[in-house]
């Protein structure tokens, strides 16, 4: 049903088109994590829709019209948008709203973000914020658009209705969405319905038509889980394989909602067969077009279809991952397949992250090691020692000072110290130098100063060539707790050991002076985080070790994550840990037999090596 304001939406083929003889703005939208159709930009629609005029099959590069897409491109045949250094695709439609609205006259509605940047509603909120504003309403409540947002006109400010934050808003004019009269021409239309056409076996036709399919396979197995069905439709979670060269053994059948417009060469395409019978693929003729929440598929057993011999890639997707990038598994499929060679691609099996469930009677205390739980002690919280003394306290002056590089300011140890003029200590001269005791290695004494006040201040010094660790190091990680308990269940690799379940909780809070943006919140995702070792001899000397590094605070930072990019955020900090328990598919579970003296050698690192051990 169209929204108050927003023009009529006529969604048909994957495509919406107007009725004959009636102008509609054209608005192309793409779907995001959360579930919302996010407008592109009418630049961007213009250039979208001058390629589908020359095109209705073809591919869209966003980048050259928009230098901030130019990771994207829109495949029109399928509608999807399709990152191209991480294979994220997502589904793409085209709107249509009517020509005295908002998109029509160039009005973007924006509201001002934490950032301070200012961000476009969607369309058929802008539509109705316009429309509220023309008739010169005094407010407008967005509750029926499902947000509980108040449009306040007077102070052109956003209300949260129940967190009564305030935002600002904005009313701005923008580059006016295509404007299109009529229906769309015949050739530029996907085909609708079935008919008895024999599909054609070109070596071309036979490339595209099983990569486009493997392509279609895998879009339809990401949305199985957030448009789900009933068991027949969706089928069951599990590894999914299509088969996109030949073999000798039967080929796996693969049910898609395609029509006639994945082929090029043919109206329509029931099955694809080459000439030696090595394609097996059985195609519906329903008009579905991939449409969000219309694409099933149904798949037998995966594994023992795959004929023998044939190497399979698993890909990533948006709800899992895998060992190979889809973008690198479609290309190799083109290429095997372009060679004559067979491939499959499959949906990789998900890791086993936690072990079965276990009471709390059979968790018991680690052999040798008191208590169950650390909390952050305070007396690291403290900061504060005089740089001056904690630099003299590890060095001793040189008298003959050689004519050597400083590895800090990259001035020769004979002349002044770079920082001269920039720092300024009293009973620190600039020509000052000083040998650190154990390592020997020499530096200005005032460059020292300079390295220790760039750091976290705790009293301790790392010499910046060979690493070596004077006093001791602390972290700035942020206050929680450290559980830790045996488990009656054995890793991988470990058949004879029971397991050392390590659980890690730190809460959100605001920052420190120690750490990146003081004063500012930072985030906590996926706490409690759970960790598991080995419960023999070694994996308990490593929990010791941990459980020091965790009272030194090392084991967290804050900082950015590697993964998802979010800054101001809780991240490890060099100690790694697995957090896989029954699999290694992430690489971050057993067996690997070199972690735990991995871990060791990074603990040393950090200052805490196995002399920390007491008897």
Known sequence: MARPGSGL????????????????????????????????????????????????????????????????IID?????????????????????????SAPGKGV??????????????DMEICVTIQNAYEKQHPWLDLTSLGFCYLIDFNSMSQTNRQSQRKRRLRRRMDLAYPLIMGSIPKSQSWPVGASSGQPCSCQQCILVNSTRAASNAILASQRRKPHGGTAGNAGTAGTHTVVLGGGQAKAE???????????????????????????TLTINGQNNLNRPGTQRISVGTARGA????????????LTGSGPVHPALAGMTGILMCAAGLPVCLTRAPKPILHPPPINKSDMKPVPGINGMRRKTKKKHLRRGKNPEDVVRRYTEKI??????????CMERLVMSSGYEGVLQHKGIKPELVGKLGKCGHMYHLLCLVAMYNNGNKDGSLQCPTCKTIYGEKTGTQPPGKMEYHVIPHCLPGYPDSKTIRIVYDIPAGIQTNEHPNPGKKFSARGFPRHCYLPDSEKGRKVLKLLIMAWDRRLIFTIGTSSTTG?????????????????????GHGYPDPNYLDNVLAELSAQGIGEDNLKD
């Open 9 to 72: 939406l006529v969604p048909v083929n994957g495509l919406g088109y107007p009725p004959q003889n009636l102008a509609r703005v054209v608005v192309w939208e793409w779907l995001n994590e959360h579930g919302r159709w996010r407008p592109y930009t009418a630049a961007v629609c213009h250039h979208i829709e001058n390629v589908l005029k020359g095109d209705a099959r073809g591919s869209v590069v966003l980048g050259q019209v928009d230098a901030q897409l130019s990771p994207y």
């Open 253 to 279: 059948q693969v049910q898609l909602p395609l029509s006639a417009a994945n082929f090029p060469c043919s109206p329509v395409m029931p099955s694809l067969s080459s000439a030696h019978g090595h394609h």
């Open 566 to 586: 979010e800054s101001d955020t809780v991240v490890w900090n060099e100690i790694h840990h697995k957090t896989e328990f029954g699999s290694n598919l992430t």
């Open 76 to 100: 029109l045949q399928s509608m999807h948008q399709f990152r191209q250094d991480t294979g994220t695709m997502r589904p793409v439609q085209r709107n249509f709203y009517d020509p005295s």
């Open 399 to 408: 008298k003959v000072v050689p004519d050597e590089d400083c590895t800090i």
């Open 306 to 317: 795959i004929p023998a011999g044939v190497p399979a890639l698993p890909v990533k997707n």
């Open 108 to 121: 973007v509605w924006e509201w001002e973000n934490d950032n301070g940047s200012w961000t476009p509603y």
